[in-house]
């Protein structure tokens, strides 16, 4: 899996490069993180910001596990040069691709995730309801990503996120992971181990 995890919306330009959006010319996007929501009004937000590329955008809602293992969903996604998924309810995606084919395609293809939507990808997710740790899909190890919340409950994250990595995209932090972790924008990014100051690289 090649991918790139921005914190929000607001750092879409530099992680749309840096997945290389600009030299795609197929780039779908998957909604499902969006479905309580509204899954078009969040990829018309994408779709906007993709105006200029010149790519072709094909876009799939994806809301439900039927849609995640039918044939002409799967295979849009697999003819993208990149992916893009977007915000919304993380446990609700998880719950979508987990053991689908559509989660099978997601984990061999180029994508930019925007904020929470992107922990889902990791072993270990971070539960947005309480803060706590629980199972993602595994699509890599060695990472936890997450975004922040109240002092109390990115507090409570920290300590119970143990001796694992955990990483905390603000509003316009970009990470890259192709294999290895890099940092895009940093700006707003924390990086924790134990409670304690890290880095992506540790």
């Avoid at 849009?76 to 893009?84: F, N």
């Avoid at 109390?152 to 192709?178: C, I, P």
């Avoid at 700006?187 to 409670?195: E, K």
Wanted: glycine share 10%; net charge negative.
């Amino acid at each position: 899996m090649n991918a790139v995890f921005a914190g929000s919306l607001d750092a879409f330009a530099p992680a749309a490069a840096a997945a290389g959006v600009i030299r795609a010319t197929r780039v779908c996007v998957v909604a499902t993180a969006a479905a309580f929501r509204g899954p078009d009004e969040a990829v018309e937000q994408v779709r906007s910001l993709l105006a200029a590329t010149g790519a072709t955008i094909s876009a799939v809602s994806a809301i439900d596990r039927a849609s995640a293992i039918d044939s002409s969903t799967v295979a849009e996604v697999r003819s993208a040069d990149v992916v893009i998924l977007v915000e919304g309810a993380a446990l609700h995606a998880r719950s979508v691709w987990r053991r689908t084919a559509l989660g099978d395609a997601l984990n061999e293809a180029t994508l930019l995730c925007v904020g929470t939507t992107g922990s889902v990808l990791g072993a270990t997710m971070i539960d947005p309801r309480g803060g706590a740790p629980t199972t993602g899909l595994g699509f890599f190890d060695d990472v936890v990503l997450s975004v922040p919340a109240g002092p109390e409950q990115t507090q409570r994250t920290r300590e119970l996120a143990g001796e694992s990595l955990l990483v905390e995209l603000g509003r316009r932090s970009v990470v890259a992971f192709d294999g290895r972790w890099r940092v895009v924008v940093g700006d707003d990014l924390v990086v924790t181990r134990a409670g304690r100051a890290a880095s992506l690289s540790d």
